[in-house]
């Protein structure tokens, strides 16, 4: 305990003397909490040394000088912060307690250097590059062990390539979402153009997803199951609504469904229906962008089906729509609705063709793009990030219906094991 307290004495020496050239006297900038924050170094220094000597039982000269150099780390990074602003000296206290705290924990203090690098070269990135970091750095491990044991290689390297090429696409999504406060979000979220632009979006992307999963679903399971002249070809155009520019797909329906067509004129006369400028224009345009999604989506479902269980169903009397809802139907469930909130949120989420064909009544994306055009990113910045809100809630949506079988399967466990 002597020498830990001379430890302690010389550490919270040396710190404190480099404190009291960056602080000067107290009618200087920071002087004033000279005292106080000195008292809290010691008060840290004393903590850290704590946690040190209670892991005697493992304490080795090699974890002395693992702790040692974890330690001078912390202050190296935090010191030209406190050069700067002398109040960041409260940072180091708390990153000091958190080290301490963290020290039986040698993969967790990783997330501590993590912030306080973050917080040293890209402090105008802080969250953004600490929580992308902090993600990266979670995936590290099963890499990590496979090149330390010499298992494998290639497959490491994907990993880190593939980890920093995803941190880079999703860097300017979390960086923007950091610069709005939920104190806007909930202001934009009072306006009334803001809630009738959330209220279309909503309804008409619903009804079409409604309406490519009625037609679309039968679609995807002829094209599995069945085969016919063209069917290639057809394979193929389903993807032509992704590769064809939106502008350009809102041209095509303005001149196929617009109010001086053959078409528009006849289903005007007839039916009341206007496609432009109406929500029936928002719907085609939505349709018509998000239909391959919810195809595509069905179709791996479908396949991967054993077409034997239909038959099955089919030697024990069932007929082909009764084979198909009661067992290949069920089994693809997943699949299908994966889709359908693909296809949902692709079809919420259209802007460009309907900037042609229905840009009236306004869409969430419209919305944003015309706050942008008048206010630049005063206005415009809190709707887009409720946009992108809506896109986080659509990924965990998938990604509960992914897990869904392992969730259930837990809770079956889990209740057979209770009785």
Request: hydrophobic share 55%.
């Amino acid at each position: 305990m002597l020498v830990g307290a001379a430890i302690l004495a010389l550490v919270h020496l040396l710190v404190g003397s480099a404190w009291a050239r960056i602080t000067g006297s107290a009618d200087q900038p920071g002087g004033s909490l000279r005292p106080q924050i000195n008292l809290a170094l010691f008060v840290a220094n004393l903590v850290v040394l704590g946690s040190v000597l209670l892991s005697h039982r493992s304490l080795n000269w090699p974890r002395v000088i693992a702790y040692a150099v974890g330690y001078a780390v912390i202050v190296w990074l935090l010191w030209p912060l406190m050069r700067i602003m002398p109040e960041n000296a409260l940072l180091l206290v708390l990153s000091l307690v958190a080290y301490a705290g963290l020290l039986g924990h040698p993969w967790l203090v990783g997330y501590l250097y993590l912030f306080l690098l973050s917080q040293r070269f890209m402090p105008a990135y802080l969250y953004s590059a600490f929580l992308l970091a902090a993600l990266f750095y979670t995936t590290l491990p099963p890499a990590v062990r496979a090149w330390h044991h010499g298992r494998e290689r290639f497959v490491p390297l994907c990993h880190l390539a593939g980890m920093m090429f995803l941190l880079l696409l999703l860097l300017p999504i979390i960086y923007f979402c950091t610069l709005t406060s939920a104190q806007d979000i909930h202001a934009r979220l009072k306006e009334a153009d803001v809630l009738s632009a959330l209220a279309v979006s909503l309804r008409t992307s619903a009804i079409a997803a409604a309406v490519v999963m009625l037609f679309g679903v039968p679609l995807a399971y002829a094209m599995v199951r069945r085969c016919f002249p063209g069917r290639a070809l057809i394979d193929s155009l389903i993807d032509l609504p992704i590769v064809l520019p939106p502008p350009i797909a809102g041209i095509t329906l303005l001149f196929f469904l617009g109010p001086k067509t053959p078409l528009g004129r006849f289903l005007d006369q007839h039916f009341g229906l206007q496609f432009f400028d109406s929500e029936w224009g928002i719907i085609a345009a939505q349709v018509f962008v998000g239909s391959p999604f919810l195809i595509r989506a069905s179709m791996v479902a479908f396949e991967a089906v054993d077409v034997r269980y239909e038959k099955v169903a089919r030697t024990l009397g069932a007929s082909t729509a009764s084979a198909f809802l009661r067992v290949t139907l069920p089994m693809s469930v997943r699949g299908i609705l994966i889709g359908t909130i693909l296809t949902w949120f692709r079809a919420m989420a259209e802007f460009g063709s309907l900037r042609v064909l229905a840009n009236r009544p306004r869409t969430i994306p419209v919305l944003a793009y015309e706050r942008f055009i008048e206010f630049r990113q005063s206005e415009s910045q809190s709707v887009a990030v409720l946009v992108l809100l809506l896109s986080l809630g659509v990924i965990v949506g998938m990604w509960i219906i992914r897990a869904m079988p392992r969730l259930l399967g837990r809770a079956i466990g889990a209740a057979n094991a209770a009785r």
